[in-house]
């Protein structure tokens, strides 16, 4: 055997998983971002030239990229009919957790109205992960919410949280006694950046103040999350699933490059999980990025490799964040999404194994990892890029009945873990 991985060094018990999101896999939700993406399609692909043309795989993304529905997340991939069988393909992959989301739109269609029938869909999928000896992480927040709750103003009132701590109390009433671990927010800096800063996403607003008042809410948000959370069940491990880059200076002892990574570390990395470092039992972060940064504010990463997106990779750029956030909280630290774009699979495997190396080279050195979680299981539906960027473990082809294909480097990773299991 000839591999990197010495499987040994991750203590049994860890979490070895795969991360989803409600509306990017389940199909049939009818919330903000659904009415937002079919007022905008047409726009979209009109637009992909302007925003993908430069990418190599351009020509090959091309008609999807300038079809309209492409950006309509529509049927999903019918994760919602389909639960059982992508949890045999978790078992299949020797993975033991699973991340996923429950759409607040569905559980709660009308305000104050729950829909009984979606309740019980909820505890029949956790009940389903339990039966094949997986561990459930439910995911609270993944970005979308009720047309409801966003014609109200969403996130942006404080008055409104009243309304997320009832949704909050929902589930700890239903799931509590079903679950360890749960997250309350997925990455508010992106969904603020992408919403209010950058302004490409819904409500495609370029307006920081309103932003920070957003992102000043969602830490409110969580923090009575989890005191409702903690009140119904004291054991249970809570967290956020924050979004993390390797911030480096391009040039190391530069003053303007130092001064940049210092401020983006501070800003992007550690703004939100500092205020709410008393109300987590544990710090969970998604990690796709190592960004160099020169002069100020101005990021110049390597031209290669690079992702299907584009994206720069650096997968072990995760040792130096995985250290950096041990040494700020001292908690038990879990990877709650990490991955690629890579249709051909080209990539994927040496991503997975030199993220394998780096989180052995943190365990060895102390750091309380406890788990991993490859974003995402299935090929998804990726927000305003919709269908054609490829992150599953698992191919699925939406024009041939959603049939569900393990790539693999899936197979390899599954290799790995049946060798752990048998340590
Ligand atoms: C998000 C996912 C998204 C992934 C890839 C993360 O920021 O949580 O929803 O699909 O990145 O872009």
Avoid: C
Avoid at 19 to 42: C, F, M, P, R
Avoid at 156 to 161: A, F
Avoid at 203 to 228: D, E, F, S, T, W
Avoid at 285 to 293: E, G, H, I, L, S
């Amino acid at each position: 055997m000839n591999e990197k991985t010495n499987m040994g060094v991750f203590p049994k018990g860890f979490f070895w998983g795969a991360s989803t999101s409600a509306y990017q896999v389940e199909g049939g939700i009818a919330n903000d971002w659904a009415v937002w993406e079919l007022a905008h399609a047409k726009e979209l692909a009109l637009t992909a030239h302007q925003h993908y043309a430069h990418l190599p795989l351009w020509p090959e993304i091309k008609k999807q990229a300038e079809d309209p529905e492409n950006y309509v997340a529509g049927k999903g991939v019918e994760h919602f009919k389909r639960y059982k069988e992508d949890f045999d393909l978790l078992n299949k992959l020797n993975l033991n957790s699973f991340r996923f989301g429950i759409e607040w739109a569905r559980l709660e269609p009308e305000e104050g109205h729950w829909d009984e029938a979606a309740v019980a869909h909820y505890h029949t999928y956790i009940a389903e992960l339990r039966k094949r000896g997986i561990e459930p992480f439910l995911n609270i927040w993944h970005w979308t919410v009720p047309t409801w709750f966003s014609d109200k103003g969403g996130f942006s009132k404080k008055q409104n949280l009243v309304h997320f701590d009832r949704f909050v109390k929902k589930i700890a009433d239903e799931y509590a006694e079903e679950l360890t671990y749960i997250i309350t927010l997925n990455e508010p800096n992106v969904y603020v950046a992408n919403g209010y800063l950058v302004g490409e996403w819904l409500p495609q607003q370029k307006n920081p103040l309103l932003g920070m008042r957003i992102y000043l809410n969602l830490v409110r948000a969580h923090k009575r999350a989890y005191r409702i959370l903690k009140a119904k069940k004291d054991g249970l491990q809570i967290g956020v699933a924050a979004q993390l880059a390797n911030i480096q200076a391009k040039r190391p002892h530069n003053f303007f490059d130092e001064l940049s990574t210092k401020v983006m570390r501070y800003g992007w990395n550690w703004w939100f999980l500092r205020r709410i470092r008393k109300q987590q039992d544990f710090v969970g972060f998604n990690y796709y990025f190592t960004d160099y940064y020169t002069g100020l504010v101005k990021r110049k990463n390597p031209q290669v490799p690079i992702s299907d997106m584009g994206w720069y990779m650096e997968p072990e750029g995760i040792y130096p964040l995985l250290i950096r956030t041990w040494a700020h909280y001292k908690k038990p630290i879990f990877i709650t999404e990490n991955g690629l774009a890579d249709g051909h699979d080209e990539y994927r495997r040496w991503w997975l194994e030199e993220s394998i190396v780096a989180m052995e080279r943190v365990i060895s050195e102390g750091v309380d990892l406890r788990g991993y979680f490859y974003w995402s299981l299935l090929d998804n539906f990726e927000w305003n890029k919709g269908w054609w960027p490829k992150f599953g473990l698992v191919e699925v082809d939406r024009e041939h009945d959603m049939k569900r294909t393990i790539r693999p480097s899936a197979k390899w990773l599954a290799a790995r873990l049946a060798d752990w299991q048998k340590l």
